[in-house]
């Protein structure tokens, strides 16, 4: 009869989708709630401000909200990882679109497709809009993300547009490239890096928008560079 396995012994899970999505369940309103509470009470304190407890009583309360506010920061990490996991065991991407100062996120094909059909047509024409496709959600663009990225920029009215792929390297180097088309259009729109930009995008790197939709389609399925399309070093201007 063989002996029980010892606690120390690592056994492989059944099933790592599950376990990830376990982990994803972080209590983030918990300690909401918790910082709401310790913040609440400085109106409390404003009224002791003469008693001797008072300048002990402000360190305490302001040291627990830093605690408080890493430890949510570290939560929130932990929760993206844990779903970053979690789709990457299921073979799920997720597409970020980024128009005007609103994020969007897409994980199905149908609302990827649909994603796509705004990102090339926003609100206010030629303001670039941004697409990412990542094992989870970008949201926040001043911590690290996926490595690759397409800039948008488009005229509806002419149906006309130009695509910017960049991508950085383990090294932290960027690369830029413009899409290229084999046969420019001398009715080609001029178009901005953004809004009121100086820099302008080569002629020569505007398609139409059947060309773009092939490409973005690509890109939010595969997370890679479109092959649909020409591409060429980036430049700016005719």
Known sequence: MSNPPSHDESAA????????????????????????????????LNRVMEHPYWADLVFHQGAALR??????????????EAVGARNTE???????GVIGEEREYAERDESKRELVERLLR???QGCACRLY????????????GPYSGLRIVTSADDEMGVLNYTEEDEQGQL????TRSP?????????????????????????????????????????ECPRSVDWQRARWGQ
């Open 183 to 223: 046969a420019p259009d001398s009715r080609a729109p001029v178009l901005r890096f953004d809004l009121g930009s100086p820099l302008t995008f080569p002629t020569d790197s505007v398609l139409g928008f059947a060309e773009l939709r092939a490409a973005l389609d690509e890109f939010v399925s595969t997370g």
């Open 122 to 124: 926003p609100p206010r």
């Open 67 to 80: 605690a408080l506010r890493e430890a949510r920061a570290e939560l929130d990490a932990f929760r993206a």
């Open 175 to 178: 690369s830029s490239w413009q």
């Open 13 to 44: 899970p059944g099933n790592l989708t599950e376990i990830f999505a376990r982990l994803t369940d972080v209590p983030l309103d918990h300690v909401d709630k918790l910082i709401d509470t310790t913040q609440s009470v400085y109106a409390d």
């Open 133 to 144: 496709v990542w094992d989870r959600p970008y949201e926040n663009e001043q911590e690290p």
């Open 90 to 96: 299921l073979g799920v991407t997720v597409a970020t």
